[in-house]
């Protein structure tokens, strides 16, 4: 028995296991996990990249907009709607942004889609400690290879 839910245990490993290669913003301590990386700097920003399932299977346009809808019934309101660019994919690029009692709090989120996954960067923070370190979390989120 213990040699099937090790073996089950590997199976799902493997079958959840990240589709991209990433790396910290520079300046962020890293936190490996099965599922992607996370990462966090002194000042307490986070950064967080992952894979999902592309369900229901669908272009990026239709991903933006689903994100835009689901941060904004969170709350969230959007700063900025762009885009950017991992190697040679595609991806949408959110700012957003929310109040969480006395204090504002930013929120990018970036989402590529690569076939039958989408993969997704997010960072978060106070305002003033995100926007300090927004240049290195956008360039570990362009250097993310699908």
């Known amino acids: 028995m213990p040699a099937l839910i090790l073996a089950a245990g590997v199976i799902t490993a493997i079958w959840a296991w990240p ?11 890293t936190f490996h996990d099965w599922f992607g990386l996370r990462a966090v700097s002194p000042e307490g920003v986070v ?11 669908a ?7 689903a994100l835009k809808k689901r941060m904004h019934d969170a709350g969230y309101a959007v700063v900025t709607d762009g885009d950017i660019r991992a190697g040679d994919r595609a991806g949408a690029l959110l700012e957003l942004a ?9 929120y990018l989120i970036a989402v590529f889609v690569d076939g039958s996954d989408l993969v997704i960067a997010e ?3 106070e305002v003033t400690k995100l926007k300090a370190r927004r240049e290195n979390v956008l360039a570990a989120m362009s250097g993310i290879k699908l």
């Open 19 to 29: 589709t991209f290669s990433a790396t910290a913003p520079q300046g962020f301590a």
């Open 123 to 125: 960072a978060a923070g």
């Open 59 to 65: 272009e990026l346009g239709f991903w933006r907009e």
């Open 47 to 57: 950064y967080r990249v992952r894979s999902e399932k592309n369900e229901p299977k």
């Open 98 to 106: 929310a109040p969480q009692g006395t204090m504002d709090y930013s």
